[in-house]
């Protein structure tokens, strides 16, 4: 797995195992940037290329479409494809992940001709975030291979450009390495990742970071913070349950974003147990748990000014002789009641005493994360996640950032029509609705009402969190999904922001979206308050 990205220069390419060069492609074929050197890897290269050509090698408009060159005595070359420009940022990802995939050795340096980009750092942190997660590799942990950029202009590259590189650059590793981290956590055998264990892990990570601070909750803490649905599902499991509360406050902060992820180290079913088939996937049932600790991790190292609560609560769902039964009803933190019909359905209730300490941390927004439920993969597969929403404008807000990360979310309504289908004759409500009919809004619906009204937003992501086999930079096993869309939220969000305190006399000229965030998270009413 590549660990870490440097910004290099034409002499380092000596050192090089393999040099990788970008083309992009017009109805004449496909182009190499006047700014890449005549002679590269001891070979000559033209600057375009037919479509006879590149059809005969292989190589073709789709973006990450490649070609090499081994060689005995010097580096390998690789070709990879854009498609058809400079600035889709999603075609970097997908280059650099062809870059490590068709290249050999350990050195891999990439020439990014900077003239054609408008936005430089954008494309170096999508193609370095493509690299090094495409190099994921469970059982390789150490691999001490690197992804070097040289950044080319004609003559040279502007200062400005250069810095956008290095930047970019940074922010890639910082992101790619949180995310594969996250990945690490999912595909850990669940023998080796109790919930007591993956707390430690969690704070051995974030207590390194800048502005972290992390509590662990023991089982004796959460029995006397009254999360009785956490308490519930963990019941029938030898292994104790824990709860880590994470909080990232910067110097300076004018946004609180609060996330709480789903943390099921093996999801059995309960005694509602699933198939011997339907378990072999279950260790990844605290993906959500994972996703928003990383989150918070990566927001930190970026030092980004918005505040973040993670809070992630954890547990085994197994079929022992104290394991909550159909027909119990379990107490939330809130005081609310949930008559539990089905034990497989226990993601919902772990995040319900989760939401509801959200709330509690007066939290502008609320999001949280979790492979909740199989209806969503039925309905958008495993590529696509599910999200609901309370506001238009939250909904928003996320949907853009999904669409900069390419991690794909589809908006699924909270039909208030459904709330009867979680009616309970004991309780508040029940944990599952009509069979086969809307689970994943049931599921939903239930989660609102522990938000208390608050800008919320709920990623399900059941499908896309594991991947049967490698696709472009997602690799086969855990992909940690939705963690990337959540860091380009939490920018927007500092962004605009820091945007609105350069100078107050420019209120009048500054953009609509910083408004919406505004609107969306409330920040000047919970200012007051505080």
Same mark, same amino acid.
């Given at each position: 797995?590549?660990?870490?990205?440097?910004?290099?220069?034409?002499?380092?390419?000596?050192?090089?195992?393999?040099?990788?060069? &970008? %083309?992009?492609?017009?109805?004449?074929?496909?182009?190499?940037?006047?700014? %890449?050197?005549?002679? #590269?890897?001891?070979?000559?290269?033209?600057?375009?290329?037919?479509?006879?050509?590149?059809?005969?090698?292989?190589?073709?408009?789709?973006?990450?479409?490649?070609? /090499?060159?081994?060689?005995?005595?010097?580096?390998?070359?690789?070709?990879?494809?854009?498609?058809?420009?400079?600035? =889709?940022?999603?075609?970097?990802?997908?280059?650099?992940?062809?870059?490590?995939?068709?290249?050999?050795?350990?050195?891999?340096?990439?020439?990014?001709?900077?003239?054609?980009?408008?936005? &430089?750092? $954008?494309?170096?942190?999508?193609?370095?975030?493509?690299?090094?997660?495409?190099?994921?590799?469970?059982?390789?942990?150490?691999?001490? +291979?690197?992804?070097? %950029?040289?950044?080319?202009?004609?003559?040279?590259?502007?200062?400005? $450009?250069?810095?956008?590189?290095?930047?970019?650059?940074?922010?890639?590793?910082?992101?790619?390495?949180?995310?594969?981290?996250?990945?690490?956590?999912?595909?850990?055998?669940?023998?080796?990742?109790?919930?007591?264990?993956?707390?430690?892990?969690?704070?051995?990570?974030?207590?390194?970071?800048?502005?972290?601070?992390?509590?662990?909750? @023991?089982?004796?803490?959460?029995?006397?913070?009254?999360?009785?649905?956490?308490?519930?599902?963990?019941?029938?499991?030898?292994?104790?349950?824990?709860?880590?509360?994470?909080?990232?406050?910067?110097?300076?902060?004018?946004?609180?974003?609060?996330?709480?992820?789903?943390?099921?180290?093996?999801?059995?079913?309960?005694?509602?147990?699933?198939?011997?088939?339907?378990?072999?996937?279950?260790?990844?049932?605290?993906?959500?748990?994972?996703?928003?600790?990383?989150?918070?991790?990566?927001?930190?190292?970026?030092?980004?000014?918005?505040?973040?609560?993670?809070?992630? &609560?954890?547990?085994?769902?197994?079929?022992?002789?104290?394991?909550?039964?159909?027909?119990?009803?379990?107490?939330? +933190?809130?005081?609310?009641?949930?008559?539990?019909?089905?034990?497989?359905?226990?993601?919902?209730?772990?995040?319900?005493?989760?939401?509801?300490?959200?709330?509690?941390?007066?939290?502008?927004?609320?999001?949280? #994360?979790?492979?909740?439920?199989?209806?969503?993969?039925?309905?958008?597969?495993?590529?696509?996640?599910?999200?609901?929403?309370?506001?238009?404008?939250?909904?928003?807000?996320?949907?853009?950032?999904?669409?900069?990360?390419?991690?794909?979310?589809?908006?699924?309504?909270?039909?208030?029509?459904?709330?009867? =289908?979680?009616?309970? $004759?004991?309780?508040?409500?029940?944990?599952?609705?009509?069979?086969?009919?809307?689970?994943?809004? /049931?599921?939903?619906?239930?989660?609102?009402?522990?938000?208390?009204?608050? &800008?919320?937003?709920? !990623?399900?992501?059941?499908?896309?969190?594991?991947?049967?086999? @490698?696709?472009?930079?997602?690799?086969?096993?855990? @992909?940690?999904?939705?963690?990337?869309?959540?860091?380009?939220? !939490?920018?927007?969000?500092?962004?605009?922001?820091?945007?609105?305190?350069?100078?107050?006399?420019?209120?009048?000229?500054?953009?609509?979206?910083?408004?919406?965030? $505004?609107?969306?998270?409330?920040?000047?009413?919970?200012?007051?308050?505080?």
């Amino acid at each position: 797995m590549i660990k870490h990205a440097r910004v290099v220069t034409l002499d380092d390419l000596a050192g090089a195992s393999t040099v990788v060069v &970008p %083309v992009i492609f017009d109805d004449d074929g496909a182009l190499i940037a006047e700014a %890449v050197p005549a002679h #590269v890897a001891g070979r000559e290269l033209v600057k375009s290329l037919s479509p006879e050509w590149c059809a005969l090698h292989g190589l073709n408009a789709t973006a990450g479409s490649a070609i /090499s060159w081994g060689s005995f005595d010097g580096p390998a070359l690789v070709l990879v494809s854009l498609g058809s420009s400079y600035n =889709h940022a999603e075609s970097f990802r997908l280059a650099g992940a062809a870059a490590v995939q068709c290249g050999e050795g350990d050195a891999f340096v990439f020439l990014l001709p900077t003239d054609g980009i408008e936005f &430089p750092d $954008d494309a170096a942190q999508a193609l370095v975030e493509g690299a090094l997660l495409a190099s994921y590799d469970f059982k390789k942990p150490d691999d001490e +291979r690197t992804f070097d %950029v040289i950044a080319l202009g004609v003559p040279l590259p502007s200062v400005a $450009d250069h810095d956008d590189v290095v930047e970019g650059v940074r922010r890639g590793e910082l992101v790619a390495d949180g995310v594969n981290w996250a990945k690490r956590l999912i595909d850990t055998p669940p023998n080796e990742l109790s919930p007591k264990e993956l707390a430690k892990r969690f704070a051995y990570r974030l207590g390194a970071d800048p502005g972290v601070q992390v509590e662990i909750w @023991t089982e004796s803490k959460i029995r006397d913070e009254r999360l009785g649905g956490l308490l519930g599902v963990g019941a029938g499991s030898a292994e104790p349950t824990r709860l880590v509360y994470a909080i990232y406050q910067p110097p300076v902060a004018t946004a609180h974003v609060a996330l709480v992820g789903k943390g099921i180290t093996f999801d059995s079913g309960g005694l509602s147990i699933k198939t011997g088939e339907g378990m072999m996937t279950m260790k990844t049932d605290m993906s959500g748990a994972a996703i928003v600790m990383a989150t918070l991790s990566i927001v930190a190292r970026l030092q980004l000014p918005v505040r973040v609560t993670a809070i992630a &609560p954890m547990s085994e769902n197994l079929s022992g002789d104290r394991a909550t039964r159909p027909g119990d009803v379990l107490t939330i +933190r809130n005081g609310m009641t949930i008559e539990v019909l089905n034990t497989d359905a226990e993601g919902r209730l772990v995040l319900a005493d989760g939401l509801c300490l959200a709330v509690e941390a007066n939290a502008d927004a609320i999001i949280d #994360v979790a492979t909740l439920t199989g209806a969503q993969g039925v309905a958008l597969g495993d590529e696509i996640g599910g999200l609901f929403a309370s506001t238009d404008e939250l909904a928003q807000l996320l949907l853009d950032a999904s669409a900069r990360s390419g991690e794909t979310l589809w908006r699924l309504p909270l039909a208030a029509k459904y709330e009867k =289908h979680i009616d309970s $004759d004991i309780a508040d409500m029940k944990n599952t609705g009509k069979p086969g009919k809307a689970g994943s809004i /049931s599921a939903a619906l239930l989660l609102q009402r522990f938000t208390d009204g608050r &800008p919320w937003g709920h !990623l399900d992501i059941a499908g896309p969190g594991r991947a049967d086999a @490698t696709r472009g930079y997602v690799t086969k096993g855990a @992909t940690a999904f939705s963690a990337r869309t959540l860091v380009e939220f !939490l920018s927007h969000v500092a962004l605009a922001h820091e945007e609105s305190l350069v100078d107050a006399d420019d209120a009048d000229f500054i953009d609509d979206a910083d408004a919406d965030i $505004d609107e969306v998270l409330a920040v000047d009413a919970v200012i007051d308050e505080d």
